[in-house]
Nanobody, 116 residues
Framework: QVQLVESGGGLVQPGGSLRLSCAASGSFFRFSAMGWYRQAPGKQRELVAAITSGGSTNYADSVVGRFTISRDNAKNTVYLQMNSLKPEDTAVYYC??????????WGQGTQVTVSS
């Protein structure tokens, strides 16, 4: 039984930064792959960044060099540091936890708006 709670979204100007946090409950955080997804109006949900239980990371091409995903297993928390934000980054950002394929959990989402 897992609950994911995102925080840190908001309104920011182009070029600005935000750090998203996702706090997870449950016993299997350390064994889980964690990811950040986003969905803009009229578009499919897309993977932004992911980190495995072993610490390997993967990023969407559009955010490489600007976003950094990290995790703190002691705090059951995954982060997304977002720098040099662009208007096209505007979306609802969702936290995802996956373990052994059949266990797949989602947070409620947090709005990120990049606008002048």
């Amino acid at each position: 039984q897992v609950q994911l709670v995102e925080s840190g979204g908001g309104l920011v100007q182009p070029g600005g930064s935000l750090r998203l946090s996702c706090a997870a409950s449950g016993s299997f955080f350390r064994f889980s792959a964690m990811g950040w997804y986003r969905q803009a109006p009229g578009k499919q949900r897309e993977l932004v960044a992911a980190i495995t239980s072993g610490g390997s990371t993967n990023y969407a091409d559009s955010v490489v060099g600007r976003f950094t995903i990290s995790r703190d297993n002691a705090k059951n928390t995954v982060y997304l540091q977002m720098n040099s934000l662009k208007p096209e980054d505007t979306a609802v950002y969702y936290c995802n936890q996956r373990w052994l394929q059949q266990y797949d959990y989602w947070g409620q989402g947090t709005q990120v708006t990049v606008s002048s």
